[in-house]
């Protein structure tokens, strides 16, 4: 049976950006409202640039009874200059560390920005040799790489180069590895303006951890929606919401994953408007989540 963490969405800019909240607050409001089994941890948090933080994270988390199974990352293998490439290397390598340390399973990677000097063939290639060179170091610490269909960093420019689903099964279909797989992110394929359903059914071998949201629109249709979805920036007619209230299918995701043997982790990312919508979440997603893989 799966099991559920849960992702500080709400409070990215807070643990990120200006320190206004420390990773033991998160733990502790975490733990004491959430009925969930983990939680996901960013490398951005501002307290994690002090390595002795990995481990005292770990025990803070564990006294809880919990684990931190996931690591969430962005490398940005894309770029056309080498030596940057070489330097993402490196840094994705460093969060594999940290990973470690943290008790972790599985390290996100991402293929990187969709800029626009650099070629549909060149990126593919690009982000596989990188994502490969970042394999035998996951290996010996027991760690798999999570290739997540993602739709852009907090912190980036540009959308993400595999955002839409033809580039991003194209990358997946280049790498073969026991310690390589994809993080789902069904909410994100409605970005690309795409059909999660239809991406899913493509890598449900590949699967191993989910980012459990959920969309809504705010005005227009999926159609309008299509129309945007190159624009730079979030679409503005697309909005978080509580899982289970918005665009995505559990039923049918979670009977398709439950039909490979899927039984990873399922992280959720959602609560942009408070600690109350992602108890509500973690609830919806627990009682799918035994609908689904009954006992």
């Not at 009874?65 to 080498?82: A, E, K, R, V």
């Not at 997946?172 to 239809?198: Q, R, W």
């Not at 624009?231 to 978080?240: C, E, F, N, Q």
Request: proline share 4%.
């Amino acid at each position: 049976m799966p099991k559920l963490a849960a992702f500080p969405k709400a409070y990215m800019d807070n643990l990120v950006v200006h320190g206004s909240m420390t990773i033991r607050d998160w733990v502790e409001l975490a733990a004491s409202k959430l009925d969930i089994d983990g939680l996901e941890f960013y490398c951005g948090f501002l307290e994690l640039e002090d390595r002795a933080m990995w481990c005292e994270s770990r025990k803070l988390v564990e006294d809880k009874g919990l684990s931190i199974p996931m690591l969430c990352c962005s490398p940005d293998f894309t770029h056309p200059d080498p030596e940057f490439r070489q330097q993402q290397i490196d840094l994705e390598k460093g969060w594999i560390d940290m990973t470690v340390q943290l008790g972790g399973q599985y390290c996100r990677v991402l293929s990187g920005q969709r800029r626009p000097e650099v070629s549909r063939e060149d990126g593919i290639r690009f982000a596989a040799e990188c994502i490969e060179a970042c394999i035998p170091h996951a290996s010996a610490g027991g760690v798999t790489l999570i290739l997540e269909n993602h739709y852009k960093d907090n912190y980036w420019q540009f959308p993400e180069f595999a955002q839409h689903m033809d580039v991003f099964c194209d990358l997946v279909d280049k790498i073969h590895s026991p310690h390589f797989g994809v993080n789902y992110d069904p909410s994100n394929t409605f970005l690309a303006g795409e059909d999660p359903l239809e991406l899913l059914d493509r890598v449900k071998q590949r699967v191993v951890t989910m980012h459990a949201s959920d969309r809504y629109l705010a005005e227009g249709t999926i159609e309008d929606l299509r129309k945007e979805e190159d624009s730079v920036g979030y679409a503005k007619r697309l909005r978080h919401g509580e899982i289970g209230q918005g665009m995505n299918d559990y039923d049918a995701i979670f009977s398709t994953l439950a039909g490979v043997g899927f039984d990873g982790w399922i992280s959720i990312e959602d609560g942009v408007d408070g600690i109350e919508q992602l108890q509500r979440s973690a609830e919806f997603l627990r009682r799918k989540i035994a609908e689904h893989w009954p006992k």
